[in-house]
């Protein structure tokens, strides 16, 4: 079965700072990756999605990377804002998963707090 | 643009009442579906649609129903509540199943059951 699990669990930085959040999964036989924002209280909001083929997504000062082979990605925040504050999760569409890229797994999320 | 949309926001049951969470979206999305987010345990996959009238079970779906009888709506029914089924839950919806597509997520609702 399709793990997904997100290290740190939590990260605390200060303003200004370049940050990796790391995301690793058990199966490489998936559809795509993505990686979505969850503020307190509400719901998720997408960030990046990354086909299966692709190596990496870029938006603004987000990027995403994806080593389907090692199982891994990782989401590249520059130049972090205490906006950024909120829990980022990790889900992968696993092939074996229904059938439809629309099913994820996802991770527990790492919180980030970024520090004035 | 409303997007998804999920009633109530927050609600108190008994162990043993039923009652449905309401899911509507306005995007005319084929693909919708269910989480339910615990502490500890990340999202899981309760039940997804594909598109109106077709319906499939995801990774916990006992004790849950639900139907696609519109595009729009996509409610998940709670048979006879347990305290186990105390969650967040969300629906997702994108525009395509076949094809990667961003999901758009409702904010949820607070569910307890005592």
């Known amino acids: 079965k399709q793990e997904v699990t997100q290290i740190p669990a939590a990260l605390s930085v200060p303003e200004g700072e370049n940050l990796v959040l790391n995301c690793s999964f058990t199966d490489s036989a998936i559809y795509n990756l993505q990686w979505f924002r969850q503020d307190p209280g509400k719901g998720l909001t997408s960030l990046l999605l990354?086909?299966?083929?692709?190596r990496e997504q870029t938006s603004g000062r987000l990027n995403a990377s994806l080593d389907k082979s090692s199982g891994r990605s990782t989401l590249y925040i520059a130049a972090s804002q205490p906006g950024d504050s909120a829990t980022y999760l990790c889900?992968?569409?696993?092939?074996?998963?229904?059938?439809?890229?629309?099913?994820?797994?996802f991770g527990k999320g790492t919180k980030l707090s970024v520090k004035p | 643009n409303a997007g998804v949309t999920q009633t109530p926001k927050f609600q108190v049951l008994k162990t043993g009442q039923s009652m449905t969470l309401q899911c509507a979206q306005d995007m005319n999305h084929e693909y919708m579906s269910w989480y339910r987010q615990d502490p500890g345990m990340g999202l899981r996959l309760i039940h997804y649609?594909?598109?109106?009238?077709?319906?499939d079970q995801g990774e916990v779906p006992n004790g849950y129903n639900v139907s696609r009888s519109t595009t729009e709506d996509f409610p998940l029914r709670l048979l006879s509540a347990a305290p186990s089924q105390t969650s967040v839950y969300f629906c997702?919806?994108?525009?395509?199943?076949?094809?990667?597509?961003?999901?758009?997520f409702g904010d949820g609702t607070r569910l307890s059951i005592l």
């Open positions: 649609s594909v598109g109106a009238g077709i319906t």
């Open positions: 889900a992968v569409g696993p092939m074996n998963y229904g059938g439809s890229q629309g099913n994820l797994i």
């Open positions: 997702a919806s994108s525009y395509s199943s076949s094809e990667l597509q961003p999901q758009h």
């Open positions: 990354i086909q299966s083929s692709q």
